[in-house]
């Protein structure tokens, strides 16, 4: 008998592309010379197991759904799981390796520039599985968030497959995706969209940021969009509100996995029934708190304390 049978409501978060998070540090980088990494530390990763772990660490029992591949995968699960006993990692285990994803710490211009791994290939028994997972864990969750790429092989309206399913399920959905996943899953009117503001920019061929938000708005009752140290604009159809919360510079360790602990703050604060006030500062407060540790796209809930006090609404 599983140990979640007794699970109680959570969060279900899908996760389809995970990652082994590896910060790497390097002193420089020669161009066709070798070049030899210092210092190495491993995360679990991916935007969704980011918004997992940073929603268990807030207090939320979360179901994380994912692709498991290899050795790096098996690696993962246990690694949130050890830490998390709120957290069950659900999902069909596939052929290859989970992807690894490098951040480069350095004191040069290659400071938090990023390597992504591609993955494992998907066929269509691990898309069906996948699917059939997460029609089982849907009916007991209070929301669901689909956040972050997929592996190659997927469908291209993976997530929107999964907004419909939620609706017929009375389920709220939170999306943070961008390319061909984001276009069709819009098609179907998600709860909430997340980008950050190059990426709705693009989406919608426009550089004024509100011009933008007006446009994703008109796809999902919520749009949250966040602009670097501006921090969130948040709107619905009737009104646009903007939150911020600021560090000093020497504060910061670095901002990879920013956006992922803001959605995970936007989704605790929707479970927990804030009002759109305190909604988006509890997310800049989750954004804010992922600056302040090494741990890549993690935060810790006494940060969060701390900073909520500083959030304000511009």
């Not at 591609?118 to 209070?142: C, M, R, V, W």
């Not at 803001?262 to 804030?274: F, S």
């Not at 708190?289 to 090494?294: I, M």
Request: charged letters at 20%; aromatic letters at 8%; glycine letters at 8%.
């Amino acid at each position: 008998m599983s140990k979640y049978n007794n699970f109680g409501q959570y969060i279900l978060v899908v996760c389809p592309n995970p990652a082994v998070d590896i910060y790497a540090k390097i002193d420089s980088f020669k161009q066709g010379g070798t070049n030899r990494i210092v210092e190495e530390t491993q995360f679990p990763g991916g935007k969704g197991v980011h918004v997992a772990m940073a929603a268990a660490e807030l207090g939320e029992k979360v179901v994380l759904l994912g692709f498991w591949g290899g050795p790096t995968g098996t690696w993962i699960k246990k690694e949130i799981e050890e830490r998390f006993p709120s957290i069950q990692c659900v999902g069909p285990e596939v052929t290859g390796w989970t992807r690894c994803c490098y951040t480069f710490k350095s004191n040069s211009d290659f400071d938090d520039a990023e390597l992504l791994g591609t993955g494992p290939t998907l066929n269509e028994n691990n898309i069906e599985a996948f699917q059939d997972t997460f029609e089982k864990y849907i009916n007991n969750s209070t929301c669901v968030c689909l956040s972050g790429s997929w592996p190659k092989g997927a469908p291209e309206n993976g997530y929107a497959n999964m907004i419909k399913v939620s609706k017929t399920n009375h389920k709220a959905t939170f999306l943070d995706c961008t390319g061909v996943q984001l276009e069709n899953a819009i098609k179907m009117k998600p709860y909430m969209v997340h980008l950050n503001k190059k990426e709705v920019c693009e989406a919608y061929g426009v550089n004024d940021i509100k011009e933008a938000i007006a446009q994703l708005v008109k796809t999902c009752d919520y749009a949250a969009v966040t602009d670097g140290a501006k921090g969130l604009y948040l709107a619905d159809s009737t009104s646009l509100i903007q939150a911020s919360c600021t560090l000093e510079k020497d504060k910061i360790y670095s901002t990879v996995g920013c956006g992922d602990c803001l959605t995970a703050g936007l989704v605790v604060a929707y479970v927990r029934n804030l009002n759109n006030d305190a909604l988006a500062k509890m997310a800049v407060a989750c954004g804010s708190a992922n600056c302040l540790r090494k741990d890549l796209g993690m935060l810790y809930a006494q940060d969060v304390a701390m900073l909520l006090e500083q959030a304000i609404i511009v």
